[in-house]
Nanobody
Framework: EVQLVESGGDLVQPGGSLRLSCAASGFAFDDWQMSWVRQAPGKGLEWVSAINWDGIDQDYSESVKGRFAVSRDNAKNTLYLQMNSLKSEDTAVYYC??????????WGQGTHVTVSS
């Protein structure tokens, strides 16, 4: 059974940092591109970042480029999102998702990030 379990969400002040983790199981993690997607309160899903199978190629939305860094440890079957210089508009539920060619087939349950003073 494919499982994705996010963790690391918290309440943080503007300008602060957090690192999210996504523990994967039930599939060959290093065969798959992975993504982070978020949903702010009252808004739709927003793609945040993606990373290819070996971690060499990464991509970011314009809203987080230069502040967030995606990485993966295939030996630990874990995906990460380092978030720096957090802003109130980064407040959202963050999901990791397994990417297929044109969509995502598995999602985690999400982890809450709140940026507020």
């Amino acid at each position: 059974e494919v499982q994705l379990v996010e963790s690391g969400g918290d309440l943080v002040q503007p300008g602060g940092s957090l690192r999210l983790s996504c523990a994967a199981s039930g599939f060959a993690f290093d065969d798959w591109q992975m993504s982070w997607v978020r949903q702010a309160p009252g808004k739709g899903l927003e793609w945040v970042s993606a990373i290819n199978w070996d971690g060499i190629d990464q991509d970011y939305s314009e809203s987080v480029k230069g502040r967030f860094a995606v990485s993966r440890d295939n030996a630990k079957n874990t995906l990460y999102l380092q978030m720096n210089s957090l802003k109130s508009e980064d407040t959202a539920v963050y999901y990791c998702a397994r990417k297929r060619v044109s969509d995502y087939d598995y999602w985690g349950q999400g982890t809450h990030v709140t940026v507020s003073s």
